[in-house]
């Protein structure tokens, strides 16, 4: 599939099928979240990866009962948990290197947009969730104190094919040259 297919093809999605994803399939996503770039390559990251339904019960938990991606933690046959390792991306020697501080967040949302667009070229489908406590998560996961979960990620089969939602024309939100200069 073409590059720009892909990235217009990729939508969130929320309804999955219980099918397995087979293990190449699983590694090739997984290597496209490794190949993103990060902040002085620092890859300040971890993910766990979780099909056991017990555990993606309990993380289930951690979203509010509203949460539209509630179903998704369960039923997608895994459920991708990307960690940040804390002080690392954004810092030199142990200081911040800019105003603002850690680039954890900035790092990870590459990284997981990796994995969301290579997961659509494989015929997969995933939502990023990052309504959640992120600390009862951790404590599911056992995450340590220099870590924390960023976002929870289902992935696998989707039930239904997405719709497509509309994005903004380019227009309303280019400018040239300075801020509101069309």
């Known amino acids: 599939m073409d590059f720009y297919e ?4 990729r939508q969130s999605v929320r309804v999955y099928k219980p099918d397995a994803i087979a293990g190449d399939v ?3 996503v997984l290597e496209a979240f490794r190949a993103a770039p990060s902040w002085a390559n620092t890859q300040p990251w971890e993910l766990v990866l979780v099909s056991d ?14 949460n539209p991606a509630l179903s998704a933690i369960v039923d997608a046959p895994v459920l991708v ?12 020697k142990g200081q911040a290197a800019t105003p603002r ?5 900035f790092d990870l949302g590459i990284a997981t947009e990796h994995l969301a667009l290579a997961a659509a070229a494989e015929g997969l489908a995933t939502v990023h969730v990052g309504l959640f406590d992120y600390e009862k998560a951790g404590q599911v996961l056992h995450v340590p104190a ?3 979960v960023v976002e929870l990620i289902p992935l696998g089969y989707p039930l239904v094919s997405p719709r497509l939602v509309p ?16």
Do not use: H
């Open 6 to 9: 892909v990235i217009k093809k």
């Open 26 to 28: 699983l590694n090739r």
């Open 53 to 66: 339904p017990g555990i993606k019960k309990q993380l289930q938990e951690t979203l509010s009962p509203g």
């Open 81 to 92: 948990s990307a960690l940040g390792i804390k002080g690392r991306s954004g810092f030199y």
């Open 101 to 105: 501080g850690d680039w954890l967040l």
């Open 146 to 148: 220099d870590r924390t």
């Open 167 to 182: 994005r903004k024309p380019l227009e309303e939100f280019l400018f040239k040259n300075r801020y509101g200069q069309k």
